[in-house]
């Protein structure tokens, strides 16, 4: 799989393009703050509907346009693709695929793309709730349904906390404890779902990443990644098993865990069990590497996560390989890494990668340039 064509219409700062792109490595080339990020932006986003940058769409909307549009022309063997989308300001954002509406969730059944850039160094260092994220977008590419899932169990866990703040204020009425019996059920069903899910994830990740670290540090290093499940005591610092529970087995303990916390719920008006609760555990060299790898050990190990990533994307898509991109990531590396990291995306059907200095990139994956000057495509490409 690769993208073929690109066309935007009020995108970031571009006010229109018009771009042919072409299978293999194709170079984004220009200074800092000229609109290359932009560029690879629109294209993730026309398979995943989000952006690696920002959480609304609004921002994606050129100032002073009411609504922006993204055409990428996307090719597998014979069969291709037109996906387009209109963001709107004041209105529902559309999408359509071969001029037939579909849902937004559902882009990832057409386009798939793994994304590498510097904001992915919080996989590792930020919060439970990025890691959370990265392994949310590979459980909605395998299978974009769960993007409906994870939808409605975030619809449930509002509205159950809605019900814990009113109970908290005033005194529990039975008709209360019954409806809140009703969404513990919404709860358990939709949360064992994508407990399973993200596990299968990790699972598939795993034999991966370790591959992936080496080939991009060029040391033998030991990795570790496992779901700490809050069912389970989201205190407990200690790795959970290695496999995930069956899920009737699964939910019988998420059920209890729901149970034996009521009381702090009530007290707290919060849902302190469930997936939105978990987190991914890394580990590098037996100690966790959130708290004890260094910079480029934690640059490298969420450039392992997204290598590895497209690995599994790769194994089970029938549609070809995702779409690499890499944006301003070779600027951090140094010429080893530069060059293992070549050698790593070297086989993708399509790799697309921003960079400020042209020097930075191997010169195997630089044969074709777009070169970018404020928001317009340079033909010369330098």
Known sequence: MHVTHLQLVDFRNYAQVDLALQAGPVLFIGRNGQGKTNLVEAIAYAGSASSHRVS????????????????VRVQHDERALVIELQLNRGAPNRAQVNGSAIRMRDLPRYLRSVLFAPEDLA?????????RAFLDTLVAQRSPRMAGVMSDYERVVRQRNSLLKSARSSRLRPDQLTTLDVWDERLVDLGTQIITARADAVAQLRPHVGAAYSAVAGDEHRTRIALRLSI???????FPPETVDDPTT?????RAAVASRRRDELDRAVTLVGPHRDDLVLELNGLPARGYASHGESWSYALALKLATAEVLRADEVAGDPV??????????????RERLADAVGGY??????AAVGADVPARLAAARVGIRAGEIVEDGA
């Open 56 to 71: 609304g769409d609004q921002p994606l909307i050129r100032f002073g346009a009411e609504s922006a549009v993204v055409r």
């Open 123 to 131: 996989i590792v260092r930020g919060d439970p709730g990025v890691r």
């Open 232 to 238: 389970h005591g989201s205190a407990d610092e200690d």
């Open 250 to 254: 699964l939910a019988e303990a998420f």
């Open 324 to 337: 690499v991109i890499l944006d301003d990531v070779f600027a951090e590396l140094d010429h080893g890494r």
């Open 349 to 354: 059907e399509q790799v697309l990668i921003t």
